[in-house]
């Protein structure tokens, strides 16, 4: 329950009162400058660890990005559209990104506590 210490790059799964959603978490500077870059969709959603602003610039959709604290609580909310910069949100450590209007669908609003489960790495 809740978030590690430290996010490893691969999948997850954010588990909601309806149900759940698949997670990528993007942990490494490489993945997290990444992003959404390049996309023209989500599915579920992305978590950028650590990660406290992100921006717009060369995206293709609209997205939903939550501000999360340490213990993945949501401290604010925005949607942004392409060629935006967002600003910095001192609290959070973790954003967690979607498509446009997901996150209103999944009921995440400023104070909820997410919770999201990384999937073991595979064997190697």
């Known amino acids: 329950m809740g978030s590690?210490?430290?996010?490893?790059?691969?999948?997850?799964r954010l588990t909601l009162p309806e149900g759940s959603v698949p997670v990528e978490i993007a942990a490494s500077y490489t993945t997290r400058?990444?992003?959404?870059?390049?996309?023209?969709?989500v599915d579920g959603a992305l978590l950028l660890s650590p990660c406290n602003s992100v921006h717009t610039f060369r995206m293709r959709f609209t997205i939903d990005v939550?501000?999360?604290?340490?213990?993945?609580r949501v401290v604010d909310l925005v949607t942004m559209p392409p060629g935006?910069?967002?600003?910095?949100?001192?609290?959070?450590?973790?954003?967690?990104e979607a498509e446009a209007g997901a996150l209103a669908r999944w009921g995440v609003r400023p104070g909820t506590r997410l919770t999201i489960t990384a999937d073991p790495p595979p064997a190697t």
């Open 4 to 12: 590690p210490r430290k996010w490893r790059d691969g999948t997850g």
């Open 33 to 41: 400058r990444r992003g959404l870059l390049g996309r023209d969709g």
């Open 66 to 72: 939550a501000y999360l604290d340490r213990d993945l």
């Open 84 to 96: 935006r910069l967002g600003l910095p949100r001192p609290r959070a450590r973790h954003v967690l």
